[in-house]
Every structure is written in C-alpha cells, then in structure tokens.
C-alpha cells in the first residue's frame, strides 16, 4: 500500500519565498510491520547478503551474554499486539512475567565477537534521496544493540553499500546476536513504504530576518483565532487546529533518508566530516515513532483511524498500529546517520535528539 502526506496546511513559500533557499527533499519511509524479502527495501532485513561474505560482527570488549533475549523481545511485542484494546489473558500473563533482563548466554563472553543486528536495507530503486558512493544500488544498516559504543555510550552503526547485480547465492540464515543490553534496541521486522516530500529548514538555522517573518506570523494566527474563540463565546478553535511551522510546515517525522535534522532537544550543532570538514547532512533518520501530537498533519492519509467514518468524532484520529511500528527508542528518541557528501566513502557520524 501507498502511503500519501497530507499537503501542507499551507504554501509556506508563497508566504515567505525566502525559504525557497531552504528548501531540501527527504523519502520518508512509513515502516509497517510485515516481512519483506531480501531484493526488497524494508526494516529489520532479510538482508541481500552474499551466502560466502561474512557477516558483519561487533568485537568490542563489553558484556555480551546478558541482557534481553531477541526472541523475548519479539514474542513480546506479539503478546502486546494481539491484546490490543482488551486485558491480557492468564497464559498472557504468565509468558510476560517469565521475561526478564538476566545472564542468558553465559558462556559468551565480551571479548567473543558477536554478529551486528541488521536494522535496514535500502534500494537507491525505492528511496529516491540515497545517494551513496558512485555505482552502489544498495544500503545495507547494522549496529550492536548495546548502547556502550563511543562517546556517546550507545549503539554502534555499521554501514554497508554494494551493487546488488554482484550479489549471487543469499545467505540463510542470516546470524544475529542472541542479546539486546536493552528491548529498545531491536527493530521490528517492518516493509517499508518510501514517499518523497519536501522540507524546511529547522526554524533555528533561517535567516534572522526570515524568524522574525515567521514569528509575527504565527503570532498573528494565534491572535485571529484568538478573536473567533471569543466571538464564538469561547467555543472555538480547539486544542491542535493551531498551524506551527516547526510542527506543520518544517521537518517531517518518523523513519526517513534525506531531509534535514530537527534539534527539538538540543541547540543546533555542526556535523562535519572527521576527513574533510564538509557539513554532513543526515543519511538516515531513525525515529521512535510516525508522529506525536505536535506533528499530526504529516500522518498519512491512509493511516487514519477515522479516514472512513464521517461520523467519526476526531477525523485526524491515528491509527494506535502506526504510531510505533518499529518499537526503537535510542537517544532521547532520535537517532541521525551523517554522511559526508563530497565522499560517501569518509567515516558516518551519528547525533541525537
């Protein structure tokens, strides 16, 4: 299925045409929980991996045997799915409660090499911002699900691109580690459902002269509805009807390739090549969800509860299944891939919100 973006509340550039100098694409990819095959883009593999390569392995010293086990965490997240909307039963119950974060491989130990958890797979065919090193068709994302790795104590991501034509024999199984450090850190198996948009800039990187446009503006939006509230005696303009350019018109949420980084968190900080000095644009952006309430205009179209009630009392109502397909929560729930434009090849850095 499709995934279609609502358009815009409004034509941000004809308000402000100075934001056509703002202006990037991203591919947002809508995961949805399903498996797709090896030749196919999706979340959480299967992965394209040549049957004689090996498998990438993460060999730094750290606990390795304790932690989360990944099956735990899927029949989990499958016990959750199916008492959607009713109480768990008592068999529910009692595989919930058997679940627990323990020394569950003990004989590995954190020297041992361990295989990546293979995270996403990317089709240049599919995501039409992945630009990688010249002749490559193919993405292939890994990290190690313990957040230990680097400065920022958290996981380490490993990228892989290849042509896919030179790929023969596909590798199955395909290994991973049989331990998260945490249940966050395992992606769901998900298809993905790539869309094109386009974004702004984040409100804080504008001109000076273009926040100032943009403030009085939205400050004027406030004000109208301001009035109608009071002329309705008090009755309208509910709670989210108000149009923000942060929320609305700037960044779009969830799982994407391309686009701009938010720093909803944090103040704006550069990202520039460790080789070259050049700014780094972010590649991948891995998110905690489709959206939050302060971003409901981007949910598509075809993910609305009530998309096909018109009875229904709240028509931006979103489907509870959508909201956090992918069941990753690193960071504060952002995770950035950067990579470097004038060489793809350089050394990736990653950022967090």
């Known amino acids: 299925m499709t995934r279609t973006t ?38 959480a593999g299967p992965l394209l991996w040549p049957a ?6 993460c060999t730094d010293v750290h606990p390795k045997g304790r932690g989360h086990l990944l099956s735990d965490v899927r029949l989990r997240r499958r016990i959750q799915d199916a008492a959607r909307g009713r109480d768990f039963t008592e068999e529910e119950r009692r595989l919930l409660d058997g679940m627990t974060r323990a020394t569950h491989v003990p004989a590995l130990g954190d020297a041992d090499p361990v295989p990546l958890l293979a995270v996403a797979q990317l089709y240049t065919r599919d ?12 993405l292939q994302v890994f990290w190690c699900p313990f957040e230990v790795h680097g400065p920022d104590r958290t996981v380490d991501v490993v990228l892989k691109w290849r042509r896919s034509a030179d790929v023969g024999a596909v590798l199955t199984p395909q290994p991973e580690p049989p331990v998260a450090g945490r249940e966050e850190c395992v ?8 869309e094109q948009v386009v974004e702004h800039e984040y409100f804080g990187l504008l001109g000076e002269d273009l926040q100032e446009e943009i403030s009085d503006w939205e400050e004027s939006l406030l004000d109208e509805e301001a009035e109608e509230a009071e002329e309705a005696g008090g009755g309208g ?11 609305d018109l700037s960044i779009a949420p969830g799982w994407k390739v391309g686009g701009f980084a938010a720093w909803h968190l944090t103040d704006p900080a550069p990202v520039d090549c460790s080789a070259c000095g050049t700014p780094m644009p972010p590649l991948l952006t891995v998110a905690t969800g489709e959206c939050d309430g302060a971003s409901r205009s981007w949910v598509p179209v075809e993910d609305r509860a009530a998309a096909d009630d018109p009875g229904a009392d709240d028509p ?16 504060r729930g952002l995770l950035r891939v950067h990579t470097c434009p004038a060489d793809p090849a350089h050394p990736h850095r990653l950022s967090f919100q």
């Open 6 to 43: 609502p358009s815009r509340p409004v034509d941000i550039e004809a308000l402000f045409p100075g934001l056509a100098a703002y202006r990037r694409t991203a591919t947002r990819l809508h995961p949805r929980q399903g498996t797709a095959k090896p030749g196919e883009s999706s979340v």
């Open 52 to 57: 004689d390569e090996p498998w990438p392995v």
């Open 127 to 138: 995501v039409p911002d992945l630009v990688g090193p010249r002749g490559c068709d193919l």
């Open 187 to 194: 992606p769901t198996s998900c298809v993905v459902h790539p």
């Open 237 to 247: 303009g509910g709670e989210g009807d108000e149009i923000d350019y942060m929320s």
């Open 316 to 331: 931006w109502a979103i489907d509870p299944s959508v909201i956090d397909p992918v069941g990753v929560y690193l960071g």
